[in-house]
């Protein structure tokens, strides 16, 4: 749909937004049916009038999250670019699409009885077809119908009061919208949430907030009914209520990162911030450094001088701590693999990194490796193979941090 | 929809609401579909429920969603405690028998039950579990319950106006979030928070208002700052600072910025942003 396309027919419109639809689908947002059915439910109800109703409407029921907003954004202005909603007398779309959606909604053995289908076939059809066959009868009816009521752009009667004073003193604020639905769509507000967009503080809360341990801890405070009832039975019916301790967050998190040598540079900051929101999330985090791998000796400061921690006396830790490493992996092959393979002298200790590494994974069940280079390319560098085998791997992105801290935390 | 469709909210006393948001409530009211609100704190999504509630004059029912809740605690209680209680002292009205005496209403059973349309305000879904998420969804997808000690089941006599916020602690399952409109509430900008300050000190000093709104979007993007400042802090912020007879709202150009503590809760960032102050003129 581009440029100043007058559109004739309820048939177009209904293609408009069919496409806008799988417009939407292919960008890989996660769009279903159903929520396609309740955006034409709202339409046939007449709450969309305008291009701005279209846009609000759209995306209040399409879209689930906003990481979607920014690309929903995007589709959206490139769908509608300059085709203001035409005046579209005599488009009756609305009395079948209630009929139908209505019914559909509410109650598919009704409108399986409608159709004259079986609500199993119905049932049969995958979202597409459903989609396809929804049209085909959409279509049907447009040709049969003839009666005559306005649809979009008859302006002014919307029932959504959306500015100006109520009567009771209540008062509209907000940014007024002279812009069109496109421009707004165009200003890109979202970005910043979007997937594919970079990380942000939020994003980086929001992922890490999800990586909680509840165990008993505390003032036994709680009724424990189970017991309760076991202890009071032994007493001869004698009420004797037991109290066990409340569930808290007890998880203990080490961060390891590489903090050394040009290649992590770029990337530096962005692990601060998740320093910045991880430290008031847990029981005990804890952070050291390394450099490009790990030998006998990791630190807790981030010049890797002055405070040591023996890697081999970690074993003393509790092993459900969750470990997250920072690094981009990439070195020389014999930095992992040589028994003095560290480039620094005094850390040459008669062991190969690659041991240390796996002595981690061995004490340790969960650790993940975040990885700043795109997973694209972990192919062309052979000590990010190497260590993949070791250690679970994913890419420092919104997704990555998603899926380290479900792995870090399935059982 | 019916009863309620020359009823649509367009903003109450004491909240801001932007079109588009008011656009988006008036939609899902009509869809009848629960209205998920996502945003970082301060941003007004538990506010906004009170809002139209008291718009709409409607009452409004709040659940506040607990880590360890359990869906039947919001639907139902079976209070067995005081029926042993009973049965063992009996010095109550209550018949013992009878356990439908002992079943006291939660907060989703109180706005299934309601004569009138309530609005029900789900409070931080994200706390709960996810099951607890999942089972939310039969109910208010069937709209009724089953009280299963007394094997009754409870109908909605009104379907409520469902509110849910959320603050991301944990993602909402597909299903769950298929059943809900979305609206995520961006931070408000300067503009628009300053019609938010208007609304609650109608006669505010335009200086004090420029220069304390400017200095808090400054002290907003200081960096490494755990908790930022919310709405919430700006007003009380604002309320010191017209309670200080000394104070003069030049003082906030001057890098003087008193009150720190009431924008900044952590020690860490009081710190940082006492930090900053001093180091550089913030206007």
Redesign the interface.
Known sequence: MHGQQILQTAEDLFKMFINFFYKLKNADI?V?P??FL?FQ??LS?G?INTL??LY??SR??L????RY?DLFDQIFAHHFEGAEMPDLEGVELEEMARALLDEWLKNPKLLAQALGMDESEINKLTPEELLEYFKERLKEQTERHDGGSKWIGTGGTS??????Y?P??????????NKSAVKVAMER??KD?SLRGPLTQ?MVG?AL??LRN?VPAGPKDQVDIDESIYHTMKNCGE?EIIFKR??RDRLKVLILIDNGGWSMDPYISVV?TIF??A??QFKELKTYFFHNTIYSNIWEDPSRIHRPQRVDEMVRFDPHTRIIIVGDASMAPYELSATDGSIYVHQRSGKPSIEHLKFIARVFPHVAWLNPIPENMWGYTHSISVIREIFQMYELSIDGL?KTIAHLMSK | MAENSDRNFSGATRYILDDELAKIVNISMALEMPLLLKGEPGTGKTMLAHAIAEDLNMPLIVLNVKSSMKLVEALYQYDTLTRLNDSRFGDSTRNVSNIEEYIKMGKIGQAFSAEKRTILLIDEIDKAETDFQDDMLDVLDQMEFDIIEIDKTVPTKVRPVIIITSNAKKDLSDPFLGRCNFHHIAFPDPKMMRKIVDVHFPDIDTKLMDNAVSAFYRLREVDAIEKKPATRELINWIRALRADPDFKPKDLTKGDVPYLGVLFKKSQDYARATNITNRRRLI
């Open positions: 996660p279903s159903t929520s309740a439910k709202a109800q709450h701005n109703d609000t409407c209040t029921i879209i689930k999250s906003e907003f029932p959504v009061g959306h500015s100006g109520h009771g003193g209540m008062r509209v604020g907000g940014v007024s919208r507000r979202y949430y939020a929001e907030k999800r509840m009420i409340s569930l601060q910045n929101y430290s008031a998603e």
